[in-house]
């Protein structure tokens, strides 16, 4: 599976953005998709996941209630709205794909190449 996110740019606090994550390869339906961040000087956080099937989501607490995560297996796409965006949410965003409902970076098996969300007071 090959990954590539877009969507990223700069945008206000109180703003929002829409975060896509495209898939290529017949087997995405097949792939739990996550969404990680990394600011800089600081570790990769998760911040959200969604299950094969769209059936389950999961969100990291600092994000709970602003950001959603959504999919297309037909169209072999996920998405990621972001609301009410902070200066905190500042970070390069990328997404990430797994076959194991399991959150942690060492867990996914392929990356795509991140996307700059900058988030200004």
């Known amino acids: 599976v090959q990954l590539q996110a877009s969507g990223g740019g700069l945008v206000q606090a109180g703003g929002s953005l829409r975060l896509s994550c495209a898939a290529s390869?017949?087997?995405?339906?097949?792939?739990?998709i996550h969404w990680f961040r990394q600011a800089p000087g600081k570790e990769r956080e998760f911040v959200a996941a969604i299950s094969w099937n769209g059936g389950s989501t999961y969100y990291a607490d600092s994000v709970k209630g602003r950001f959603t995560i959504s999919r297309d297996n037909a169209k072999n796409m996920v998405d990621l709205q972001m609301n009410s965006l902070k200066p905190g949410d500042t970070a390069v965003y990328y997404c990430a794909a797994n076959r194991v409902w399991l959150f942690r970076g060492n867990d996914m098996e392929y990356w795509g190449k991140g996307t700059q969300v900058t988030v200004s007071s």
């Open positions: 390869g017949r087997t995405f339906s097949s792939y739990n």
